[in-house]
């Protein structure tokens, strides 16, 4: 009998296989789909050459990972490669703020009347990214955190909605900024906790980066794949599981899945009847024949470029997509890796991705507003383009059972759904089977890939495990 089966091969479920076998039980690992990676995967979607991430692309929450951080993945060929500018926000008037390595690069693109702001905002929080990772990407209460008055003075701040949070700036260009960072949430602008969203990938960009994998973020998956094989794991693709029965015996299940999934899978009913999926997002992958002409000489620099521009439009895009509104003005995240990795496109030419905010399960297009959209920033942008691939929520949740009428997130992050996922539990890896753990990004701390979710599910399910031994 085997002590663990993972069923998925996302990072998360890559994670808690890896947390195991590092601790000599023997892990098996069962994937649906042809590859792993889930929500990391690389892919050649347009043209011949061109390599292109179907979900995240930019990865400061892995780079900057305490699980992560204690494997050895660059032995499995990850290598990380950091853009000059982490992320440039362009404004119609060719200016733009930027989130730079450096907090005062950072500050003096907001204005004179906001620097100081920022400066202070950050400071308490500068050359801490390690405890402020370790006590904000898990359960809230599970657990004292390393450093409590850093986390209380952060708690502070993570608390607010960016709505309310952006009224100690002055000016829109801080406000705009830090808006599109609180949009990674997938959620309302008002909603509690997004101020908290935006200023931890500040952090993050200061003191980690913003980089992307070389080669894609398959990269990721690949490199957490060589680890747990080397410590005698085993990974199956092209098994899908329809029922516990179907998988070897094992004294544990940890399922990287959506909550829907596992309760029917492992004959849970109405176990997580009351959870509530999110918006989702149209999603376009482009071949290009030159980089995006941005008029922004910094969003020229940048790996990831927010396009927005101000706080009310964004606001206005989330609300849309949260409400079942069709997108018209949409907010945009975009990434253009092969301005710093030259293996995702044939010499000469280019990748670049992007996505706007849409309802769950919305079978609409939004190509045209979303390149208009670009426009305002790149005037020619469509005259560069060789082919693009498009995936509207239909097209997301075909690729990834995951994510369900096409969210991204696992789960809606709006409210205390942001901190309480999927349900309210002392401790939401475990579930009413004492031999189940659910370590998707459905569990805390939620969408991104860092792993964080699987670890804390593989301490749960080592926890179970040993004292069944004793």
């Known amino acids: 009998?085997?002590?663990?089966?993972?069923?998925?091969?996302?990072?998360?479920?890559?994670?808690?296989?890896?947390?195991?076998?590092?601790?000599?039980?023997?892990?098996?690992v069962f994937e649906a789909h042809g590859t792993i990676g889930g929500g990391a995967r690389t892919e050649e979607l347009t043209l011949p050459g061109f390599r292109h991430d179907p979900c995240s692309a930019v990865h400061p929450l892995a780079v900057g990972s305490p699980a992560f951080s204690t494997m050895p993945l660059e032995r499995y060929g990850l290598q990380w490669?950091?853009?000059?500018?982490?992320?440039?926000?362009?404004?119609?008037?060719?200016?733009?703020?930027?989130?730079?390595?450096?907090?005062g690069q950072t500050a003096m693109s907001f204005g004179p009347r906001d620097a100081g702001t920022y400066r202070r905002l950050v400071a308490p929080f500068t050359g801490k990214w390690d405890t402020l990772a370790h006590d904000f990407l898990r359960t809230q209460w599970l657990?004292?955190?390393?450093?409590?008055?850093?986390?209380?003075?952060?708690?502070?701040?993570?608390?607010?909605?960016?709505?309310?949070?952006n009224r100690r700036?002055?000016?829109?260009?801080?406000?705009?900024?830090?808006?599109?960072l609180g949009a990674h949430a997938i959620a309302p602008l008002g909603s509690i906790g997004t101020a908290g969203v935006a200023v931890m990938?500040?952090?993050?960009?200061?003191?980690?980066?913003?980089?992307?994998?070389?080669?894609?973020?398959?990269?990721?998956?690949?490199?957490?794949?060589?680890?747990?094989?080397?410590?005698?794991?085993?990974?199956?693709?092209?098994?899908?599981?329809?029922?516990?029965?179907?998988?070897?015996?094992?004294?544990?299940?940890?399922?990287?899945?959506?909550?829907?999934?596992?309760?029917?899978?492992?004959?849970?009913?109405?176990?997580?009847?009351d959870v509530k999926y999110g918006p989702s997002c149209f999603k376009i992958d482009y071949a290009m024949a030159e980089p995006v002409p941005w008029t922004a000489e910094e969003a020229r620099r940048a790996g990831t470029v927010h396009v927005g521009p101000t706080s009310?439009?964004?606001?206005?895009?989330?609300?849309?997509?949260?409400?079942?509104?069709?997108?018209?003005?949409?907010?945009?995240?975009?990434?253009?890796?092969?301005l710093i990795d030259t293996t995702r496109a044939p010499e000469g030419k280019h990748t670049f991705w992007a996505y706007g905010h849409v309802p769950n399960g919305w079978e609409g297009d939004a190509t045209e507003v979303i390149e208009r959209q670009i426009e305002r920033f790149a005037p020619g942008f469509r005259d560069l383009v060789l082919a693009r691939a498009v995936a509207g929520p239909p097209q997301l949740a075909a690729r990834n059972?995951?994510?369900?009428?096409?969210?991204?997130?696992?789960?809606?992050?709006?409210?205390?759904?942001l901190l309480i996922r999927p349900k309210l539990a002392r401790n939401p890896y475990e579930t009413a089977h004492p031999a189940v753990f659910l370590c998707s990004q459905a569990a805390?701390?939620?969408?991104?890939?860092?792993?964080?979710?699987?670890?804390?599910?593989?301490?749960?399910?080592?926890r179970r495990l040993t004292a069944g031994r004793r």
């Not at 450093?147 to 309310?164: I, K, M, N």
């Not at 998988?247 to 109405?270: Q, W």
């Not at 805390?444 to 080592?462: E, I, Q, R, T």
Request: charged fraction near 15%; glycine fraction near 12%; include cysteine.
């Open 201 to 273: 990938f500040a952090l993050a960009a200061h003191a980690v980066g913003w980089p992307v994998p070389r080669g894609g973020s398959q990269s990721i998956a690949d490199a957490l794949a060589g680890l747990l094989r080397a410590h005698g794991g085993v990974v199956h693709t092209d098994f899908e599981v329809k029922r516990l029965d179907d998988l070897p015996p094992a004294r544990a299940y940890i399922f990287d899945t959506s909550p829907t999934a596992l309760a029917r899978i492992a004959g849970l009913g109405n176990a997580y009847r």
């Open 312 to 338: 009310g439009e964004i606001g206005a895009a989330l609300n849309a997509a949260a409400t079942g509104q069709d997108p018209s003005v949409p907010f945009l995240i975009t990434a253009q890796p092969s």
């Open 401 to 417: 059972a995951n994510y369900v009428g096409g969210d991204v997130a696992c789960g809606s992050a709006a409210g205390l759904r």
């Open 1 to 28: 009998m085997l002590d663990a089966v993972v069923i998925g091969a996302g990072p998360n479920g890559l994670t808690a296989a890896v947390e195991l076998a590092r601790r000599g039980m023997s892990v098996e």
């Open 143 to 165: 657990g004292l955190p390393k450093d409590p008055l850093t986390y209380a003075r952060f708690g502070l701040v993570a608390a607010q909605p960016v709505t309310l949070f």
């Open 444 to 462: 805390p701390p939620g969408p991104g890939v860092h792993g964080m979710s699987g670890h804390y599910a593989a301490k749960a399910a080592w």
């Open 169 to 180: 700036f002055q000016d829109e260009k801080a406000r705009a900024l830090m808006a599109g």
């Open 81 to 103: 490669l950091h853009p000059d500018i982490p992320m440039a926000h362009p404004f119609p008037d060719g200016t733009a703020g930027v989130l730079a390595r450096s907090v």
